[in-house]
């Protein structure tokens, strides 16, 4: 989590304890939910019929703090507590050790409200399954210094990872890596065919490390272009989701790649239009509309705002804060696929409303 | 003008590895060229290297399975590339147990050189990487410009020391100087010199030995009528020996270098699959 975001959003809720994350240009969020069974003792604290649960956010720094060193935690830790104090404004970890010594932490927290993307793995039309260990063997090809991979689906049913060369460097000095993977070394392939999605590369590695200590299989949902790739980890006791924004390209998603099997992908297009759809139209539309509203698109933003003509509605002028165009390194990726959530029965503004596109695995 | 080539057996992968890490480390960009016997990585000394050049050989055979080339013409069977050897270090990289690495010169939308690792897996299928690595190909006129340089008339001819204490020596030196002062005589010793302000640091070494070199009439070079103890001693850049001495993975057959006071270094170095000599000049 600490690779996606500084603060660490803590949500108790019925069934389980959520801990999440997102980066600061709102394009890649975690969350990592632990059943309470995992927990000796998990009491979430009891909300009213009208009131939720207390949520709260932390300095990811100061909660990494206290569990600096593994090893020598996994030597002297007997138990660790975790307890939420809202009325003094502290988040308590507490350590209790060997020999009758107990380390408390207070953190100080802020209330926040709920950080939830909008997603949905069962609108996206290509998922695929793989151990851990495959995608890591498959990653460690690229450099650490890589920003975007592009994943996509080959002839022969082959998967393929290449590095994703941005437009401005020069496609004649750049090194273009691909590595094909076939369709028998994952536990499930139902892909459309033809289809690539390119995301970032940092987030997925520490999702991927994650995976492989845990020796967890690793699923992907992804779509089309510019809607976000959604990895997913289960376990008895814990859910893991990442969502990242992906690039979009305004073309058709469907082109026709060579056939030969060693060739690579098409890239790109590197004629984009500035089409800035709202993202938050999802959120903004119809409330309650039972089909739900379509995932948010990430559009891409040409350097040339001269040719822009927003397609968008007003709202997403509000929105624009979070896609901060010179985070590094992805100015092309928009922020998006979520903002702030009013709960119900709270006013607010009329674009309030409850998260459209509910995570589909129901976290509650 | 076709180039394939392929790489089955590990030893030979690693072994190219090695060397390939080695160039990379010396040069940014260098040129590649390629023959029906041999393969030359070559840096030729112009301004923007620094004034250092590079000439490594390599007999094809001692590292491919298959080698096919067919060079610009019939008359001229060779093709000269001009790369960043980083690149080529990087594919290799994760390489280290692939069952194959086939190499061959590629123009899709530019000339490329495409590496291709084939990887064991657990499916039935082998896992695939490719690698395009762009290159230039260096037009028939220029190839004058990458002629093998010859060996500078030296004024002395050396042994160098074990290459990983003098590696050691020259690290720690690099943290208080940016140039470095090499002499060596006639009788075998050779010192590394520094000098700053605040300090000055000479190791020496002895019992070098100096090469015989047959000059070119067939005769061992004479050493009568030439002081045996008189240093020669160039100024060099301390960063480029350093690369020179950290790319060494492997320990030389030889090591030796030719100083010409004032002028140049020139180190050789020579193992049995491939040679490698580099030319720094001394620092105005």
Redo the contacts between chains.
């Keep these: 989590l600490s690779r996606i975001g500084d603060e660490l959003y803590l949500e108790p809720t019925q069934s389980g304890l959520s801990l999440r994350a997102v980066n600061s240009s709102r394009s890649a969020f975690a969350s990592f939910l632990f059943a309470p069974l995992f927990f000796q003792l998990y009491e979430p604290g009891s909300a009213g019929p009208d009131a939720e649960l207390f949520r709260c956010k932390v300095h990811m720094k100061s909660f990494l703090g206290v569990f600096r060193s593994l090893p020598s935690l996994e030597k002297s830790v007997g138990k660790c507590l975790i307890l939420l104090k809202p009325r003094a404004s502290r988040l308590v970890l507490q350590l209790h050790c060997k020999h009758g010594v107990t380390k408390t932490h207070n953190l100080a927290f802020q209330e926040c409200e709920r950080l939830q993307a909008v997603f949905d793995t069962q609108r996206c039309a290509s998922c695929l399954c793989a151990p851990a260990r495959v995608l890591a063997e498959a990653v460690v090809h690229f450099p650490l210094t890589l920003a975007e991979v592009t994943l996509g689906t080959g002839p022969g049913g082959k998967i393929s990872l290449r590095n994703y060369v941005e437009d401005e460097a020069e496609p004649s000095k750049t090194m273009v890596t691909e590595l094909w993977l076939a369709e028998d070394e994952f536990q499930l392939v139902a892909v459309t065919p033809d289809s690539h999605i390119t995301f970032c590369l940092k987030e997925f590695r520490g999702l991927l490390s994650f995976a492989e200590a845990s020796n967890l299989p690793l699923t992907i949902h992804f779509d089309e272009p510019g809607r976000p790739v959604i990895f997913t980890l289960d376990d008895t006791v814990l859910e893991v989701h990442l969502v990242l924004a992906t690039l979009s390209d305004l073309e058709s998603s469907s082109h026709s790649p060579s056939t030969n099997g060693a060739s690579h992908l098409p890239a790109p297009s590197d004629d984009f239009a500035d089409d800035l759809e709202s993202y938050m139209a999802a959120m903004e539309t119809s409330e309650g509309c039972s089909e739900g509203a379509p995932s948010p698109n990430f559009s891409l933003r040409t350097p040339q705002p001269a040719d822009s003509k927003p397609e968008g509605e007003e709202e997403e002028e509000e929105e624009e804060e979070g896609a901060v165009p010179g985070t590094p390194p992805h100015k092309k990726f928009r922020s998006l696929f979520f903002g702030s959530v009013m709960t119900p029965g709270r006013p607010g503004p009329a674009t309030a409303q409850e998260v459209l596109a509910e995570d589909s695995d129901g976290e509650g | 003008m076709r180039f394939r080539a392929k790489i089955v057996d590990l030893a030979c992968l690693n072994h190219f590895s090695r060397i390939i890490n080695t160039i990379a480390r010396l040069a940014k960009t260098c040129i590649l060229r390629l023959t029906v016997c041999k393969l030359y990585f070559i840096l030729s000394d112009k301004v923007a290297n620094g004034g250092a050049s590079m000439w490594c050989e390599l007999s094809q055979g001692n590292f491919f399975d298959e080698f096919q080339l067919e060079g610009v013409a019939a008359e001229h069977n060779e093709i000269y590339l001009e790369l960043?050897p980083e690149?080529l270090s990087?594919?290799l990289k994760?390489a280290q147990n692939a069952k194959a690495v086939k190499i061959k010169l590629t123009n899709?939308?530019?000339p490329c050189l495409r590496v291709?690792v084939e990887l064991p897996?657990?499916?039935?299928?082998s896992?695939?990487?490719?690698?395009?690595?762009?290159v230039g190909v260096i037009p028939r006129r220029m190839w004058n410009d990458f002629r093998e340089p010859s060996v500078p008339d030296f004024d002395v001819s050396i042994y160098l020391p074990v290459l990983k204490t003098m590696k050691s020596v020259v690290e720690r030196m690099k943290n208080l100087s940016s140039v470095i002062v090499i002499e060596a005589n006639l009788s075998g010793e050779m010192n590394l010199k520094i000098e700053t302000d605040l300090v000055s640091v000479t190791t020496h070494f002895k019992d070098l030995g100096n090469p015989l070199w047959a000059s070119e009439d067939g005769c061992q070079s004479s050493t009568q009528g030439r002081d045996l103890e008189s240093m020669a001693e160039a100024c060099i850049d301390i960063k480029k020996l350093q690369q020179l001495l950290a790319g060494q993975q492997v320990n030389p057959t030889k090591a030796l270098c030719n100083i010409v006071r004032k002028r140049i270094v020139h180190f050789v170095l020579l193992h049995e699959e491939v040679s490698l000599q580099y030319f720094i000049p001394v620092i105005a």
């Design positions: 960043v690149n990087r594919a994760t899709k939308h530019c291709a897996s657990l499916s039935s299928s896992r695939i990487v490719t690698h395009d690595i762009p």
